[in-house]
């Protein structure tokens, strides 16, 4: 059921609205660059997330311990279980989301992750009694639509282990949302880094990360800082003031935005149809950040 803390966020000022849905766009265009790391670094796949994960953790418990310096191991402890919990949740979806990868198209990943949206309103709901602006489902649903424009010709090629894969990432990664959007009084930054910490032990078996040449090491160190590191706490911060299911939506962002990147940085010019169901996408995440006013009623 709501809070007093939900009753609290329902009034906050527009300008903490539009800081954290700042910080959360910000998030989706560092996230969107992996697509360019991914090309830029040759490497096997576990090396790469050992670094990513290394670099990112690196970079969020650096911000914690120069804004908090000795306090941060308080900051630290008051995670509690939420923040194991959603640590873990980030963790186990990164996992899963390179293994679908491996078993099934990325057209059907990317299909099932823009339900994010619907699968966290439903969780934020269920758990929390908090229930979304109708506007911003009916923005998901455009945004979805866009996601299948972008892959329909390759749509359906996947494999149902591949497939069950993500949509786990997808639920895991709404869970994280909503365990930290519901707990946003305690700062869940240490929560973050012990995520990305726990993503470069958990591949570090099968990583070989004294087998990378230096050039490959400066590109994952940019990767782990300003694609992990920089996406996971600038979402952390926004999700103190922006929904869960707001925060899913303009992460769907990332789906139109990778292609871009990799476009304007190394010329590969996207399909046709990856340009029209990015345009909905966009315009479906700008309908719910600047729709009209009366449209607008108070998310949790």
């Known amino acids: 059921m709501s809070t007093m803390a939900d009753s609290f966020v329902a009034r906050r000022t527009p300008a903490g609205n539009w800081r954290g849905t700042a910080l959360v766009l910000a998030s989706a265009f560092a996230f969107s660059t992996a697509g360019l790391f991914t090309r830029l670094v040759e490497t096997d796949v576990w090396t790469m997330l050992f670094w990513r994960g290394l670099f990112g953790g690196l970079l969020i418990a650096g911000y914690v311990l120069w804004r908090d310096g000795p306090l941060a191991v308080i900051a630290l402890r008051r995670i509690g279980r939420p923040g194991l919990v959603a640590a873990g949740c980030s963790t186990a979806a990164t996992i899963c989301f390179i293994n679908a990868l491996r078993e099934t198209s990325v057209a059907d990943v990317l299909v099932i992750n823009a339900t994010a949206p619907f699968i966290t309103a439903a969780m934020a709901w269920a758990w929390t009694g908090v229930r979304e602006r109708r506007a911003t489902l009916l923005a998901s649903g455009v945004a979805l639509l866009g996601v299948v424009v972008m892959v329909v010709p390759t749509l359906g090629s996947g494999r149902l282990l591949g497939n069950a894969l993500a949509l786990a990432m997808t639920v895991l990664i709404s869970a994280m949302m909503v365990v930290m959007r519901h707990h946003r009084d305690v700062c869940m930054l240490p929560a973050a880094a012990l995520s990305a910490f726990l993503c470069a032990l958990v591949v570090w078996p099968s990583a070989s990360p004294g ?90």
């Open 211 to 300: 087998a990378v040449t230096a050039v490959d090491f400066s590109w994952l160190v940019l990767f782990g800082t300003t694609q992990f590191g920089l996406g996971q706490l600038l979402l952390t911060i926004g999700l103190r003031s922006v929904s869960a299911t707001r925060s899913a939506l303009i992460g769907a962002l990332e789906t139109p935005l990778a292609p871009a990147i990799v476009w304007v940085v190394l010329g590969e010019a996207p399909a046709t149809m990856t340009c029209l169901g990015g345009a909905i996408v966009l315009a479906a995440v700008i309908y719910d950040i600047a729709g009209p006013r009366s449209a607008r009623l108070p998310s949790g």
